[in-house]
């Protein structure tokens, strides 16, 4: 799952509510995915029917919301340590350039 969202994250995309739609049902129909767990397993990381969430281009926002589907919840976790990180990088401002023994 957060190979599927790192692929999002190294383009800069943001994490839109379409592309959170997009990330999950790739998830679900990853071939190895799906044949390495039964149903209940896999239905355990579904969405379920009953909660629809907006499928627009507007950045997610779940709000103070804890209860995530699995899948939802995994790309949420990638989106924001990747923020984290970068936010960090940022704060330490441009590496030091490496001196060599040997020269430039």
Known sequence: MRYIAARHIVQQVP???????????????????????????????????????????????????????????FAVSAYEDAARGAAQRASQGPAPKRVQAWGD
Request: proline share 7%.
């Open 15 to 73: 994490l839109t509510w379409r592309l959170l739609h997009a990330i999950e049902a790739e998830a679900l129909a990853y071939l190895g995915f799906a044949s390495r767990h039964d149903a209940l397993m896999l239905g355990l990381f579904q969405r379920p029917s009953d909660l629809p969430y907006p499928e627009t281009d507007e950045t997610v926002d779940f709000g103070m919301s804890t209860a995530l589907p699995a899948v939802f919840a």
